[in-house]
């Protein structure tokens, strides 16, 4: 399956890249780039339009910056990636969006998606290097398929777009493993026996969601509204290596969420190795409708 972003046209040439593309770039030409890339919206997507949405998910927009960035920026093995994704205005299914990169400063990259004048979603990252990152799960290592949480609670009606195992509690801690996408999902890592930082990010995703009905809640029909993502984590992960999402229980609210993820290393018992934290707003059928006509935007 190929990605909404990998069919994606790049509409202005690169800062500092030869047009005739036989000249190695070079790190000074690394660092100078700016680009501008239309996103192609696909609603086919069994991923991304897994049920019918009357707009564009914020998961599309996540996907969107990470696999245009892993196409243009030099990520180094043993990479640790720090990234911030703000969603600002929920984007309609037309007109076009575009995603824009500003030239680095001092490290740190910035992302912004548009649909006309609207800023829609803004984002900046960094890249350190993690030595602990590239550590393999084990030759004979395999990370466990585990039972899948129920894919109504994550908001998902395909059982291959489930990326977390079902949640377990004890003495007030819950764990649940990070599942491996399959072969050509959306969400496989291109590169073989690796595992891709947009599926980590969609299980955390889906554990909370998964947290604000178990635990918080909030009923079924409530829809969510993404709001922030911020994200610590390993850039080079291996498949084989099992990972578990951990969550210390705080007190929720009716409405709004800010849950926060730590990514170990093992079935929940193992070595804390990144973080993820989830910000989001429940609006219930009626509230939701208001929402849509009041020009979407989700502060």
Sequence with gaps: MTTPTTRAQTRVQRTGHDPAGDRPRTARDHDADSWLTDLTVDQSDPFFYDHPLDHVPGMLLACAMADAVADRV???????????????????LSPGLVLYAAPPENGRHTLRVTQGPTVVSDSWFTLTGDPEAARPGGAAAHAPAGEPARASLVHRTRPENVMLGEPRAEDGVFTAAVLLPGAGHT???????????KSVVEAGRQFATWLSHRVGGWPDEVQMLWLRLTADLPADLPATLPLALRWRQTRMSDDKARLTFELVAGDGAGTGIGSLVYVSKGLTPEAYRAFRTGAGVAA
């Design 74 to 92: 030099d990520i180094p093995a043993g990479s640790r990636v720090k990234w911030v994704v703000n969603f600002r205005v929920m984007p309609e």
């Design 187 to 197: 969400l496989a890592s291109r590169r073989p026996g690796r595992r891709s930082v």
